[in-house]
């Protein structure tokens, strides 16, 4: 009988975007082929961003109820690579939990920005999915739209803000953008600190916003059409799902409409014609190659009524609920759940 991979998933983290890795989690868990893989839980508390390797129910994980002492062990990553795998301390000696893979389903800062996937890089622990530098790229909103322009793809107009800055030079910067805009933190994820600015006046309190999320913030114009994306797996030879769109009755695609669809909707595939649906596809593997990503990745556009594509952003680690849109864009194609999954896991496009 051939051996089961170990593959460490690791869910939570000092993130705004805890609960949502927590749902994420626990789809891919209900999902990987458990005749294949041994799954192996490591948790990231919310707060102190301990590692736990956790032993117990999975179901608490979506409850949110799985950090517990009698079913928590913490966890260090090594540097020692040859330790392949992490540490933890029993019977008053340090051991090794060896794994083979890692699969972070971690969304948003300190764990889709490129930290996590650096550790595991140091200790030799193999990682589905992107690594550092794209991870960390992707997450930059603006250092991303740079790379795909670079690529010949076309970006929304934005001006970057750090402060301290002049309200006076901001609002002059906005009026040349143009009402309505964007007015978002530079790294950050599932829409957290984004405000559409309609009028002057909600310009300094959306800055203000952004900045409760980042450093640097971003004012950008705002794009008049459908959001649309692309699944992609793979690193050389990418596999791509459907492309999907999102319907929306008002205002834009925010976390509360993200994770409620309380006035919007999903299509996919999205509402196109064949072609318009392969330049879709074939500017989200443009994107993906030029921002380096591998693995697996979600990649969202702007398609305008005149038929151009604008880069919008690219999630290095997508939910992964059954009724995530990366799933149901693989779905869409003729993948299952677990198809993805294992294509991820073993690397293959």
């Not at 893989?37 to 032993?55: A, D, F, K, M, P």
């Not at 608490?60 to 392949?84: F, G, H, L, M, N």
């Not at 794209?134 to 997450?139: Q, R, V």
Request: net charge negative; hydrophobic share 35%.
């Amino acid at each position: 009988m051939m051996e089961k991979k170990k593959v460490a998933v690791l869910f939570g983290g000092c993130s705004s975007e805890y609960e949502v890795s927590l749902q994420s989690a626990y789809g891919v868990i209900s999902h990987i082929n458990r005749e294949k893989y041994e799954v192996i839980l490591i948790g990231l508390h919310r707060t102190t961003g301990q590692w736990y390797w956790y032993r117990g129910n999975p179901d608490r994980i979506a409850q949110d109820s799985w950090c517990r002492a009698e079913c928590c062990v913490p966890v260090y990553v090594p540097t020692d690579k040859t330790v392949r795998g992490f540490c933890f301390q029993e019977d008053g000696g340090m051991r090794a939990l060896h794994v083979d893979l890692a699969l972070p389903v971690l969304h948003g800062k300190n764990g889709e920005d490129g930290t996590v996937q650096g550790a595991l890089e140091l200790a030799g622990i193999p990682v589905a999915g992107c690594g550092l530098l794209s991870s960390a790229l992707c997450m930059d909103k603006e250092l991303a739209h740079r790379t795909a322009e670079a690529a010949g793809v076309l970006v929304p107009v934005s001006v970057s803000v750090k402060k301290p800055y002049e309200a006076q030079q901001v609002r002059e910067t906005a009026e040349k953008l143009s009402y309505p805009l964007f007015v978002k933190p530079v790294r950050s994820g599932s829409s957290f600190g984004i405000t559409m600015v309609q009028k002057e006046e909600e310009l300094i309190p959306a800055l203000e916003r952004a900045f409760a999320h980042d450093s640097m913030v971003l004012m950008e114009e705002r794009i008049e059409g459908r959001e649309v994306g692309c699944a992609v797996i793979g690193t050389e030879r990418l596999l791509t799902g459907e492309a999907d769109e999102i319907e929306l009755s008002a205002g834009f695609f925010d976390y509360t409409e993200k994770y409620t669809l309380k006035t919007s909707s999903i299509h996919v595939p999205a509402r196109v014609d064949s072609g318009t649906g392969e330049r879709i596809r074939r500017t989200a593997r443009t994107i993906y190659h030029a921002l380096g990503c591998s693995g697996f990745a979600r990649v969202d556009l702007f398609l305008t009524e005149d038929g151009r594509l604008y880069f919008n952003e690219v999630n290095t680690i997508p939910g992964f609920t059954p009724h995530s849109r990366f799933p149901n864009m693989m779905k869409a194609a003729g993948y299952s759940f677990e198809e993805v999954l294992e294509r991820i896991l073993e690397g293959e496009g």
